[in-house]
């Protein structure tokens, strides 16, 4: 059992304005096996709470704290982040050319597992995660998101989650950009996971149609950089009756 | 033979503004271009290996066995009375590839030299030429090859200079009936390199692959000009360039010139080149250029791209637990490795990878 803590988190950004506060004071304590929500409109910070996790350098933290299981996170760099144990998936993942899928997944798994994978299990393995995420086989050979549709680069992140074994993952609007038939073979995976995992889940989006499928334990109403309400899944359903309109006019 | 554009005095030397010399910094060839300057003939190359089947000579007085505007080549042959020879015997399959290295003992940067070499690979034949540059040295160069009939020639050249170097050549094939071409150009050193891989066909059924890899780091100007000069029915090209750039002032330049005769047909070519920019202040200038003057061919295509190593990248990679610096190492290596692989020469290939990997780490300290 793992707990992720976030206390207090202050983050900022640097504008052409000078530094810009975009988190004031976030709460949230994610346990394994537990699945949160963030919703809130657009601009509110979910995206910059997802990055802030995850260590990208464009963020600065002014002020909290974030642990897992104890252990200092904002302290970490990227790459030991990933090693902790989170994960982030990414609503814009990044082309990087020059790698194929399959050189980079084998990479990374060797990284965060801290050996290399044995070949012969190895192969079997991505295989069976990709045919589980409806991803042709040649796709292994491409360069990592080079060219890829918005759909192919969600299932990537999500083959990704399935490979690296996350003890905590943030799923930054992975629904947008999706089909209904990517939205469910996207949603499916990420459920198997679970299913197969403790992984603790912190899906950040603007809309309520991916909590369809993957169900919550916990949804956060996230406004102006903080949690404004906090409930259970039934707070989803008023969102999609009512909008984010009482949270954005204060 | 005699065509007027073959001789060194129907040209002036160039300003820039002419098309093949427009992207090269001018100032910086020790006069190489100039047509006027003075240089020294001097064959530079030794061969290291000494097993059977070929012969490495001195001929005086050699002809030269093709048509060339480029002032620099003819330069090389208006002022040199000897060619080396290598000639691969007929029928001859040298199993060791057969290394030529650059002698430079009496060079200097400051003494422009010229040389030329002639590849004769006789029918039937096959072989490996591989052409080891280093060290520091002004100099102009022209290579001749010729594959007879049903010749299979691999030719390997690595420009691995030192940074004061000053490098212009011209490596010409003259590829025969069903003969096998495959060259490699491997530039990663030299503050001035620009080097002319061209091909023309003697014989249908013939092939020709061009294979290059470059890594410009801080201030080298770096420039591959191929040239496939499709005249001869069936035959086929295929041209693979690709390039690295870091640091202030780096500056690659790859021209694919492919021209398709109405003679041609039958032809089958396909050119590509790919630039990875590492960092800012690095320039990659790309041309693919195909004429083609019959519709009756295989195919035909070209493609170039030039992308962008960011922060953004390095990011993603690092999300997924990969240290910043095996991260840009990985993206270098499986960019370069892709044509470095095909050399089937490892120890090569790792003293290769390794020099780009040290640039790098010169470059982001």
């Given amino acids: 059992m793992s707990t992720l803590e976030i206390k207090n988190l202050q983050v900022s950004v640097e504008t052409d304005e000078g530094s810009k506060q975009i988190l004031r004071g976030v709460d949230l304590t994610i346990k394994s096996g ?40 904002l302290a970490m760099s990227v790459d030991e982040r990933a090693k902790a144990g989170l994960f982030l998936a990414m609503q814009y993942p990044v082309e990087v050319p020059g790698i194929s ?62 490979l690296l074994k996350p003890k905590f993952a943030i799923l930054d609007e992975t629904d947008s950009g999706l089909d209904v038939d990517a939205l469910r073979v996207v949603s499916e995976g990420v459920n198997r996971i679970k299913s197969n995992s403790e992984v603790g889940v912190l899906l950040i989006t603007h809309y ?42 204060a | 033979m005699a065509l007027a554009s073959n001789i060194l005095e129907n040209h002036t ?161 003259i590829v025969g009936r069903d003969a096998t071409f495959t060259s490699y150009v491997v530039t990663v050193g030299g503050g001035f390199v620009r080097l002319l891989p061209t091909v023309e066909y003697a014989g249908p059924g013939s092939s020709a692959e061009l294979f290059g890899l470059y890594f410009a780091g801080k201030d080298q100007f770096l420039e ?32 694919g010139d492919v021209f398709i005769k109405a003679a041609a047909e039958g032809t089958d070519t396909y050119e590509l080149n790919r630039n990875l920019l590492l960092s800012d202040g690095a320039r990659a200038d790309s041309v693919p250029n195909l004429e083609i003057e019959t519709g009756e061919i295989v195919g035909a295509g070209h493609a170039s791209t030039t992308g962008r190593f960011d922060d953004e990248q390095l990011f993603y990679l690092q999300s997924r637990g990969i240290p910043a610096e095996e991260a840009r190492k990985l993206v270098i290596r499986a960019f370069f490795m892709e044509i470095l692989s095909k050399l089937s020469l490892p120890e090569i290939e790792e003293r290769i990878a390794a020099t780009i990997d040290k640039e790098l780490n010169y470059d982001f300290a």
């Avoid at chain 2, 000009?225 to 041209?239: G, L, T």
């Fill in chain 1, 34 to 73: 537990e699945t949160h929500a963030i919703m809130g409109p657009n601009g509110s910070g979910k995206s910059t709470l997802a990055y802030s996790l995850a260590g990208h350098p464009k963020y600065q933290i002014t002020g909290g704290t974030v642990t897992l299981d104890g252990a200092d996170v």
């Fill in chain 1, 101 to 162: 899928v399959s050189n980079f997944l084998r990479t990374a798994v060797t990284a965060i597992r801290g050996e290399a994978p044995k070949v012969r299990t190895w192969v079997g393995e991505v295989k069976a995660a990709m045919a589980d995420l409806s991803m042709d086989p040649a796709f292994a050979e491409r360069n990592v998101n080079e060219g890829f549709s918005g759909g192919e680069k969600k299932r990537h992140e999500i083959l990704q989650m399935e």
């Fill in chain 1, 208 to 249: 309520t149609r991916i909590l369809k499928y993957i169900k919550p334990d916990f949804v956060h109403v996230f406004a102006a950089g903080r949690i404004v309400e906090a409930g259970g899944a039934e707070l989803a359903e008023k969102l999609e009756e009512k909008g984010y309109a009482e949270y954005v006019t």
């Fill in chain 2, 13 to 173: 030397t160039p300003t820039g503004r002419e098309e093949a010399w427009r992207f090269a910094p001018l100032s910086r060839t020790r006069g190489l271009h100039d047509v006027d300057a003075p240089i020294v003939d001097r064959p530079s190359l030794k061969a290291l290996s000494s097993a059977s089947g070929f012969t490495f000579t001195l001929v005086d007085g050699a002809t030269s066995l093709s048509n060339t505007d480029d002032v620099v080549a003819l330069k090389v042959r208006k002022n040199t009375a000897r060619v080396q020879e290598l000639k691969i015997e007929k029928n001859a399959v040298v199993a060791e590839p057969i290394f030529l290295s650059r002698d430079l003992q009496g060079s200097g940067v400051g003494v422009a030299e010229a040389s030329r070499l002639l590849i004769r690979a006789s029918a039937h034949s096959q072989a490996t030429v591989v052409i080891e540059n280093s060290g520091s040295i002004t100099l102009a160069e022209e290579i001749e090859i010729l594959l007879e009939d049903g010749a299979q020639l691999r030719f390997v050249t690595l420009q691995e200079w030192d940074e004061e170097t000053v490098h212009i050549g011209r490596h010409h094939a």
């Fill in chain 2, 224 to 255: 591959h000009r191929v040239h496939v000069d499709h005249a001869i029915p069936h035959a086929k090209s295929r041209v693979h360039y690709k390039g690295a750039l870091s640091g202030a002032g780096a500056h690659t330049v790859w021209i």
